[in-house]
Nanobody, 123 residues
Framework: VQLQASGGGLVQAGGSLRLSCAASGRTFSSYAKAWFRQAPGKEREFVAVITQSGLITYYADSVKSRFTISRDNAKNTVSLQMNSLNSEDTAVYYC?????????????????WGKGTLVTVSS
């Protein structure tokens, strides 16, 4: 089972990037999917989550109205559209999948984690 994030890179402040995460080895249509990030010297933090159906999304306050999470269950993918990027968005971004997202659960309830993709925002 593997989750592979892609789409990271260097972008100027105010710009946009779209991250994608492809899953292989199993189908994740019955799992919530989420994005997390870890900035240099900081702990991993939650970014966004989307429910199994894709009907409900939830965002960290720091990215609300700038980022959009979406999923395509037919393609077994989850994406993160990031707009109006600023230097505080610089981090390694990770995708994850789990039965239920919970900020009270170990690993936020995520059972599978992908390798990250680096996003660098230059000011």
């Amino acid at each position: 089972v593997q989750l592979q994030a892609s789409g990271g890179g260097l972008v100027q402040a105010g710009g946009s990037l779209r991250l994608s995460c492809a899953a292989s080895g199993r189908t994740f249509s019955s799992y919530a999917k989420a994005w997390f990030r870890q900035a240099p010297g900081k702990e991993r933090e939650f970014v966004a989550v989307i429910t199994q159906s894709g009907l409900i999304t939830y965002y960290a306050d720091s990215v609300k109205s700038r980022f959009t999470i979406s999923r395509d269950n037919a393609k077994n993918t989850v994406s993160l559209q990031m707009n109006s990027l600023n230097s505080e968005d610089t981090a390694v971004y990770y995708c994850a999948a789990g039965p239920v997202y919970s900020d009270q659960a170990r690993n936020y309830g995520m059972a599978y984690w992908g390798k990250g993709t680096l996003v660098t925002v230059s000011s």
